[in-house]
């Protein structure tokens, strides 16, 4: 079995693998994989490669049903996904399942060319209330699947499943039932009521249409065990859906960290570390942050936060928590200096310096008592790493990730059978966006970048690649130029999604990002991208991709040998 396991990864194009790992998850990155399993089925088919041609049809048939599973009030997608799985099943030497029938019957009642203008201005004011009305009212008139698939959007990003229940409840027909099955149980889902959700995913089993959909579910269900303390069935579920899916890599990491105990490993490292934030009027917040940081396990930590010219209660704040900590220092400026240059006067104090570990945290952020423990761990299991990342949640709707490890995007990484792109220029992959985390990231990975908001360095390697870039100022970007930095040194960066930690700079879709700040970000990345030319993108792609695919394959090799799933 262990040799069946490797065999069909290694088989699988390199240019299809790499895009299994950067994601196996997330309806927009599962179709771009069929997509790509897909020609590369059609390529395997002309030079009469009839095996592999099927492994690769199989993966783009399972990867369109399990987009659509995730976000299956988008009936575009279902459009799709009815358009790629006519031009498979045959060639596949299948007929149209139910499945794929039912979706060909509701596909055309999708239409996001409406006018939004009503809508949109009721989420500007925050009335997610109203806006969900003026949903269902909409669709009672135009009977237009959109309206129903932007309350679904609403569940996640505004923490309101109550919104999507109601919806579902007052619009319900028979035509549309099994989808709407679906969304009830995610809605139940959203609203952590576990034994509910279980039971509604379990009855899917006996439908004849929603029983395809059962394997993308598998993991979800096995989060929920987990969440509820129960690892046994949490591993039963993780197994069932290897065998069904072993071609994803999110269950394979997931196994792996379960059964090496890599889920809840903790570390304590000798030494000390700096606990280093900055902050500009945002004395609310800075407190709840503060008020977090005061309940964690800090051994041998000492706080450093440098106000940053606030005008407003941030002083009054800060000489509360100076009381109250073992070791915690201000850092008072007269002028607003920027988040890359704080982040380097911080580093650059003789106290700081002393120190073996460096932490940054923005000043907006809610951590779980564990927080440094289990990002030491991160160096426990990667020695070599740069820096160590978390898991980033909403704080309004923790379900919503707003970071997990960032990769570049797929054509970037020198993986035989890629495409090259006409223009090479830095991306991310933005995978963890894409749906509701449902545990698929919760794994340790090493990766392109982390989330610069709870990251820790060893002090050494952080003065080796050297201070923040300021052409950063005044923020967004300078914590993902250093992580490409690290690369160039071979430091690769590691994501710790065991540990999770809220963020409160809330995103709900991005309504509430102004204009100003969108500017500076484009502008920003546009920078980052002419810093990189494709000398320095290839060298590091090369070196990622290197380190991507050896950790894989050694957690596979692993998870072969030592679970029980039978292929």
Same mark, same amino acid.
């Given at each position: 079995?262990?040799?069946?396991?490797?065999?069909?990864?290694?088989?699988?194009?390199?240019?299809?693998?790499?895009?299994?790992?950067?994601?196996?998850?997330?309806?927009?990155?599962?179709?771009?994989?069929?997509?790509?399993?897909?020609?590369?089925?059609?390529?395997?088919?002309?030079?009469?490669?009839?095996?592999?041609?099927?492994?690769?049809?199989?993966?783009?048939?399972?990867?369109?049903?399990?987009?659509?599973?995730?976000?299956?009030?988008?009936?575009?997608?279902?459009?799709?996904?009815?358009?790629?799985?006519?031009?498979?099943?045959?060639?596949?030497?299948?007929?149209?399942?139910?499945?794929?029938?039912?979706?060909?019957?509701?596909?055309?009642?999708?239409?996001?060319?409406?006018?939004?203008?009503?809508?949109?201005?009721?989420?500007?004011?925050?009335?997610?209330?109203?806006?969900?009305?003026?949903?269902?009212?909409?669709?009672?008139?135009?009977?237009?699947?959109?309206?129903?698939?932007?309350?679904?959007?609403?569940?996640?990003?505004?923490?309101?499943?109550?919104?999507?229940?109601?919806?579902?409840?007052?619009?319900?027909?028979?035509?549309?039932?099994?989808?709407?099955?679906?969304?009830?149980?995610?809605?139940?889902?959203?609203?952590?009521?576990?034994?509910?959700?279980?039971?509604?995913?379990?009855?899917?089993?006996?439908?004849?249409?929603?029983?395809?959909?059962?394997?993308?579910?598998?993991?979800?269900?096995?989060?929920?065990?987990?969440?509820?303390?129960?690892?046994?069935?949490?591993?039963?579920?993780?197994?069932?859906?290897?065998?069904?899916?072993?071609?994803?890599?999110? $269950?394979? !990491?997931?196994?792996? *960290?379960? &059964?090496?105990?890599? @889920?809840?490993?903790?570390?304590?490292? +000798? #030494?000390?570390?700096?606990?280093?934030?900055?902050?500009?009027?945002?004395?609310?917040?800075?407190?709840?942050?503060?008020?977090?940081?005061?309940?964690?396990?800090?051994?041998?930590?000492?706080?450093?936060?440098?106000?940053?010219?606030?005008?407003?209660?941030?002083?009054?704040?800060?000489?509360?928590?100076?009381t109250l900590f073992d070791d915690f220092n201000?850092?008072?400026?007269?002028?607003?200096?920027?988040?890359?240059?704080?982040?380097?006067?911080?580093?650059?104090?003789?106290?700081?310096?002393?120190?073996?570990? $460096?932490? !940054?945290?923005?000043? *907006?952020? &809610?951590?779980?008592? @564990?927080?440094?423990?289990?990002?030491? +761990? #991160?160096?426990?299991?990667?020695?070599?790493?740069?820096?160590?990342?978390?898991?980033?949640?909403?704080?309004?709707?923790?379900?919503?990730?707003?970071a997990a490890g960032f990769h570049l995007i797929?054509?970037?990484?020198?993986?035989?059978?890629?495409?090259?792109?006409?223009?090479?220029?830095?991306?991310?992959?933005?995978?963890?966006?894409?749906?509701?985390?449902?545990?698929?990231?919760?794994?340790?990975?090493?990766?392109?970048?982390?989330?610069?908001?709870?990251?820790?360095?060893?002090?050494?390697?952080?003065?080796?690649?050297?201070?923040?870039?300021?052409?950063?100022?005044?923020?967004?970007?300078?914590?993902?130029?250093?992580?490409?930095?690290?690369?160039?040194?071979?430091?690769?960066?590691?994501?710790?999604?065991?540990?999770?930690?809220?963020?409160?700079?809330?995103?709900?879709?991005?309504?509430?990002?102004?204009?100003?700040?969108?500017?500076?970000?484009?502008?920003?990345?546009?920078?980052?991208?002419?810093?990189?030319?494709?000398?320095?993108?290839?060298?590091?792609?090369?070196?990622?991709?290197?380190?991507?695919?050896?950790?894989?394959?050694?957690?596979?090799?692993?998870?072969?040998?030592?679970?029980?799933?039978?292929?």
């Open positions: 079995m262990e040799s069946d396991w490797l065999t069909l990864w290694n088989e699988i194009p390199a240019h299809v693998r790499v895009r299994l790992l950067i994601g196996s998850t997330g309806s927009t990155q599962l179709f771009h994989i069929a997509e790509t399993a897909l020609r590369s089925a059609s390529e395997c088919i002309e030079l009469q490669k009839l095996d592999l041609a099927q492994i690769l049809l199989n993966l783009t048939y399972t990867c369109m049903i399990d987009a659509w599973a995730e976000s299956p009030a988008n009936l575009g997608l279902a459009s799709q996904v009815v358009n790629v799985c006519s031009r498979v099943v045959p060639l596949m030497g299948k007929t149209p399942t139910p499945f794929v029938q039912y979706l060909a019957s509701i596909g055309g009642c999708y239409n996001p060319d409406v006018d939004k203008q009503y809508y949109s201005r009721t989420l500007q004011k925050n009335n997610i209330g109203k806006a969900a009305a003026y949903c269902s009212k909409q669709f009672t008139n135009t009977s237009n699947f959109f309206w129903l698939d932007k309350v679904h959007e609403l569940a996640l990003q505004d923490n309101r499943p109550d919104l999507l229940k109601a919806f579902l409840s007052d619009n319900v027909t028979s035509e549309f039932e099994p989808m709407f099955r679906l969304l009830q149980a995610e809605a139940t889902y959203l609203a952590h009521e576990y034994s509910q959700a279980e039971a509604l995913y379990k009855a899917m089993e006996e439908d004849s249409i929603l029983v395809e959909c059962i394997p993308a579910f598998l993991p979800r269900r096995a989060e929920m065990f987990y969440r509820q303390g129960d690892r046994e069935r949490c591993m039963e579920m993780l197994r069932k859906a290897a065998q069904e899916r072993p071609l994803s890599g999110h $269950i394979i !990491y997931r196994l792996y *960290d379960m &059964l090496t105990g890599a @889920d809840t490993a903790f570390a304590t490292p +000798a #030494g000390s570390t700096a606990i280093l934030l900055y902050t500009y009027n945002k004395a609310d917040v800075l407190d709840k942050t503060l008020k977090s940081l005061h309940a964690t396990d800090l051994p041998g930590s000492r706080v450093f936060v440098l106000d940053n010219a606030s005008t407003d209660e941030t002083d009054a704040v800060l000489r509360k928590y100076s201000i850092v008072p400026l007269r002028v607003n200096i920027g988040a890359p240059a704080a982040r380097n006067w911080l580093m650059s104090l003789p106290e700081v310096q002393e120190c073996d570990y $460096i932490a !940054y945290l923005d000043d *907006d952020v &809610l951590l779980p008592e @564990d927080w440094l423990g289990r990002l030491y +761990a #991160g160096f426990e299991r990667y020695p070599d790493a740069g820096v160590v990342g978390a898991r980033i949640a909403d704080a309004l709707s923790p379900d919503a990730l707003q797929a054509p970037l990484y020198p993986a035989p059978g890629n495409t090259p792109l006409d223009e090479p220029l830095f991306d991310l992959a933005s995978v963890h966006s894409q749906s509701a985390d449902s545990g698929q990231f919760r794994m340790m990975q090493p990766c392109t970048t982390v989330m610069g908001c709870c990251h820790l360095f060893k002090a050494e390697t952080l003065n080796d690649v050297g201070h923040f870039d300021i052409q950063f100022n005044p923020t967004q970007f300078d914590d993902v130029d250093h992580d490409l930095r690290l690369s160039l040194l071979e430091k690769t960066p590691v994501y710790q999604g065991h540990v999770r930690v809220k963020h409160m700079s809330t995103l709900q879709g991005g309504r509430f990002v102004t204009s100003s700040k969108l500017g500076n970000s484009a502008a920003n990345k546009y920078k980052l991208q002419i810093k990189y030319p494709v000398q320095k993108l290839s060298k590091l792609a090369s070196f990622q991709y290197s380190v991507l695919e050896n950790d894989f394959f050694e957690k596979l090799e692993y998870v072969a040998g030592a679970s029980s799933v039978s292929l």
